[in-house]
């Protein structure tokens, strides 16, 4: 009776393999929130030992798994009055996207590019408000009268009556002024930059191109000169 009452297991062990291969996955999954991880590092490590190498000033952290396999890491040791910085490539773009972005889109676009923070973390949206702060960057604030001063792509190209794609490909040729922080990241648009001659000479002809939908650098400049 005791062994009928005996719950069966809820993965078999090649199942549980799998999910093993696809811890990192889990991880690094949006919504894989704080308590999962807790329940994740309680289920497979027994404790962490941390010593320290004051020779190769290195913090040495020997994990002890549950299954009875040990892992030895070694990170640098901070220095007295050491300060992990921000690399100044990750402020600048921030300082461009906030144009533009909240400060939880930015984080996803920092680790988007694989831009970590000065302690080696992925960003978070505190971790972004607590880079702001540091370095004087304003927050996103959207235009009180719906008139935004800067754009992204889309809303650019909607300004413009022109696909995005060919706002794209005349901002890639350097015909339209533009903004772009980040290579898997938005392009930014000053709506000012959108309203001079040549912007809208350019809109004008990809709207009457109407058989050659995308932008043609070549042409449209020796059509403007």
């Known amino acids: 009776m005791h062994d009928a009452a005996t719950p069966a297991l809820l993965a078999d062990p090649v199942s549980l393999g799998v999910l093993a291969s696809n811890l990192k996955a889990v991880w690094d999954a949006p919504t894989a929130d704080t308590r999962l991880k807790k329940r994740i590092v309680?289920?497979?490590?027994?404790?962490?030992?941390?010593?320290?190498?004051?020779?190769?000033?290195?913090?040495?952290?020997?994990?002890?798994?549950?299954?009875?396999?040990?892992?030895e890491l070694r990170l640098p040791k901070r220095r007295r009055g050491?300060?992990?910085?921000?690399?100044?490539?990750?402020?600048?773009?921030?300082?461009q996207l906030?144009?533009?972005?909240?400060?939880?889109?930015?984080?996803?676009?920092?680790?988007?590019n694989g831009l970590k923070t000065g302690n080696g973390n992925r960003w978070t949206r505190e971790r972004v408000t607590s880079m702001r702060s540091n370095?004087?960057?304003?927050?996103?604030?959207?235009?009180?009268?719906?008139?935004?001063?800067?754009?992204?792509?889309?809303n650019a190209a909607k300004l413009l009556k022109i696909a995005p794609?060919?706002?794209?490909?005349?901002?890639?040729?350097?015909?339209?002024?533009?903004?772009?922080?980040l290579p898997d990241g938005p392009w930014i648009f000053a709506r000012t930059w959108l309203i001079t001659t040549a912007a809208q000479s350019i809109a004008e002809r990809a709207r009457k191109n109407v058989s050659a939908p995308f932008y043609a650098p070549m042409q449209l400049s020796a059509g403007m000169g």
């Open 82 to 95: 050491q300060r992990n910085s921000t690399s100044a490539d990750t402020v600048q773009a921030a300082r």
């Open 42 to 71: 309680r289920t497979l490590i027994h404790e962490v030992v941390a010593d320290i190498d004051d020779a190769a000033s290195e913090i040495v952290l020997i994990v002890h798994w549950v299954g009875g396999a040990h892992s």
């Open 165 to 181: 794609k060919t706002l794209r490909l005349a901002a890639e040729a350097g015909e339209i002024e533009s903004i772009h922080p």
């Open 135 to 154: 370095y004087h960057i304003p927050v996103f604030k959207p235009a009180e009268d719906g008139i935004e001063p800067w754009l992204n792509l889309g």
């Open 98 to 112: 906030v144009l533009i972005a909240s400060d939880d889109l930015i984080a996803g676009l920092l680790n988007r």
